[in-house]
């Protein structure tokens, strides 16, 4: 697979999904919300979870306005989580996807009431009725018995399970010496549970065997995992203009991370081994259509910002 190829499909599933999100996510919202949101989730971004949703749908044969449909609500759960992240009263960031964080833009309130309204547009997202063909005129629509699969699989990577709670779990470990287990246990809620809810959800939108679908799990977990070790990396490696996020924050805040628990050197080794497994769980799959999975593991742990 040649790297142009990749990158012509980034970009045509990038420009699907910021044309969905801009007319999904409302401009008309009361008393300035609809901005707010906006200002959250359009026009930033690596949107690594969307092309994770879409990537894996390909690979299975999947509906297609199903997989958009999820590639959005994801992102839109995402984002909801940034917001909420950056808040006072939780990391207290200034700096988000190279612009002021929404509560400096909106103030705290409106950005807490923007992060809260784009939870809950995701799962309208997901459940489209019959006359909702805006975006898709003449589609087949989403099967319910999807919408419903989706929408568990999303709750769940997102809840006191998953993201909402790594990051309970985050904030009750500031200044804590925590062992590699733990950190494990924190980041696989808090960042990895939502990229393999991701993969699994485009895997959803298709037909698998049982072992595809394990295969698949097992990619998403180890893809996950990869993704916050380097992020971690890139904390201490990369300053805050590459990154469109404040540097050394985790340090700053005496968050435990893969830096401080391994050593940098390790941390690094430790993202090329994940990134070696979840290739291997994909190829286990024996999926024909997966080159494109292939690649954004690849993308994940290579990236530099």
Not at 47 to 67: C, I, K, M, N, T
Not at 166 to 188: C, F, K, N, T, Y
Not at 190 to 203: D, I, P, R, Y
């Amino acid at each position: 697979m040649k790297p142009a190829e990749f990158d012509r499909w980034v970009r045509t599933e990038l420009d699907a999904v910021e044309e969905a999100l801009t007319a999904w996510v409302p401009d008309n919202a009361p008393a300035g919300l609809g901005q707010a949101m906006r200002y959250g989730v359009l026009d930033g971004g690596k949107r690594v979870r969307p092309l994770l949703v879409l990537a894996a749908s390909q690979a299975v044969g999947g509906l297609y306005e199903a997989a958009l449909r999820a590639a959005c609500a994801v992102e839109l759960i995402h984002a909801y989580s940034l917001i909420h992240d950056d808040m006072p009263c939780m990391d207290d960031d200034v700096l988000r996807r190279g612009k002021p964080t929404v509560h400096v833009q909106f103030g705290e309130a409106q950005a807490m009431l923007a992060g809260d309204a784009m939870q809950a547009l995701a799962f309208e997202v997901l459940t489209p009725g019959e006359a909702d063909s805006a975006h898709f005129p003449g589609g087949p629509g989403v099967p319910p018995v999807l919408q419903a699969r989706l929408c568990a699989l999303l709750a769940r990577a997102a809840g006191h399970a998953g993201m909402a709670g790594g990051q309970a779990i985050d904030l009750a470990s500031i200044g804590l010496p925590l062992d590699e287990h733990v950190l494990r246990d924190m980041h696989h809620r808090k960042t990895g549970a939502l990229l393999q809810a991701s993969v699994l959800m485009g895997a959803a939108t298709g037909s698998t065997s049982d072992a595809e679908w394990a295969a698949l799990s097992d990619y998403g977990d180890a893809l996950g995992l990869a993704f916050q070790v380097v992020d971690d990396i890139l904390d201490v490696t990369q300053a805050s203009e590459t990154l469109g996020k404040t540097a050394g924050k985790d340090l700053h805040h005496n968050k435990p991370t893969y830096v401080t628990v391994l050593g940098l050197e390790a941390a690094r080794r430790h993202a090329a081994e994940l990134r070696d497994k979840a290739q291997a769980a994909l190829a286990r799959s024996g999926l024909a259509n997966a080159a494109w999975l292939s690649l954004l593991a690849d993308k994940v742990v290579e990236r530099e910002h």
